[in-house]
């Protein structure tokens, strides 16, 4: 995925606005002793992708911020492990001001 995230992160320093990077989840529940819950298994997902794009060195850290959703928004629904499988991800959006 690096090479990927090497590309994005470019494109991303040349686009103006907030870097979110967003954690998600399936909704079967973990519990091991790396993650208690989901929510710490997608905060883990969205900061290990913040602390990469800080690595690369692209991006001024000022400008990214870290989300965690858990399984509480799906891009499918959960019943399937292919579906699964979808929701268990990482989203990066660029958050635009929006001037009036």
């Known amino acids: ?3 990927i995230l090497e590309r994005v992160t470019s494109a991303l320093a040349e686009s103006p606005g907030t870097v979110m990077v967003a954690g998600h989840t399936d909704d079967v529940p973990i519990k091991s002793q790396t993650f208690g819950s989901n929510w710490e298994l997608a905060t883990d997902r969205s900061v290990s992708v ?4 800080i690595e690369l060195g692209n991006l001024s850290p000022n400008r990214i911020r870290a989300v965690e959703y858990s399984d509480t928004r799906p891009v499918a629904p959960n019943d399937t492990a292919e579906n699964r499988a979808l929701n268990r991800r990482v989203e990066i959006v660029i958050e635009r001001e929006v001037l009036e």
Not at 50 to 53: K, N
């Open 50 to 53: 913040v602390h990469q794009i």
């Open 1 to 3: 995925m690096l090479p």
